[in-house]
């Protein structure tokens, strides 16, 4: 009986084994045709500081795969992803929150956050001519227009919301309530939290 145990046991966490060996890749290299505007790289970003060497959309390899798909899927309607942020290291994590140790904004080191998995990504749309496409509210609001449920923007921002939503959710992504650009895959609780350099990635 303690055998079967132990067998049922290895057969539950196989693959969870086998995603965690997935490893953090640059998603660039694997679809040249995402436009990046890694904010953390710049001074522009909430904590007006350049927190990255290097400006990078590095994630887990099937997360990369699935959101390449999504690029597929929008350029037959003209449009492509611009990225923001995707794998953040975690020392990064706790330099946030030394900054703004609010939870509302910045996850709480002692837990992670899903960007220091490498499967989670902060997008928006660009049309064919690289110009974002109006959303409720710019990348980083901290306040309610940057959520899911804000009713109050204009006819235009809130089916470009949803426009993206419903293209992240075809390949596995989830939606963050509090901010229309951050999307987790599905896959994120597979991944151990790392603080790998980008220097590391190749
Ligand atoms: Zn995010």
Redesign the pocket.
């Known amino acids: 009986m303690r055998q079967l145990g132990s067998y049922i046991y290895f057969l539950l966490f196989l693959p969870l084994s086998v995603s965690m060996a997935d490893p953090i890749i640059d998603a660039k290299k694997l679809d040249f045709s995402l436009v990046l505007d890694i904010r953390y790289a710049t001074k522009n970003n909430f904590t007006h500081t350049q927190v990255y060497p290097e400006a990078r959309c590095c994630l887990r390899k099937p997360v990369a795969e699935a959101l390449s798909r999504v690029q597929s899927s929008l350029k037959i309607r003209g449009l492509r992803l611009k990225i ?2 995707c794998y953040r290291p975690f020392s990064v994590q706790k330099k946030f929150w030394e900054l703004v140790p609010d939870e509302r904004y910045v996850a709480d080191p002692k837990k992670g ?3 220091n998995r490498g499967a ?3 997008v928006t749309l660009i049309d064919s001519s690289g110009n974002e496409v109006e959303m409720p509210s710019q990348y980083d609001d901290f306040s309610e227009k940057a959520h899911r449920n804000y009713k109050l923007a204009s006819k235009s921002a809130i089916a470009n919301r949803t426009l993206l939503e419903k293209a992240m959710e075809r390949e596995g992504f989830v939606g ?1 309530e509090t ?1 229309w ?3 987790d895959h599905k896959s994120w609780q597979g991944y151990a939290v790392e603080d790998l350099p980008f220097s590391a990635i190749p």
């Open positions: 923001f942020d956050s899903r960007h989670a990504v902060d963050f901010e650009w951050h999307f």
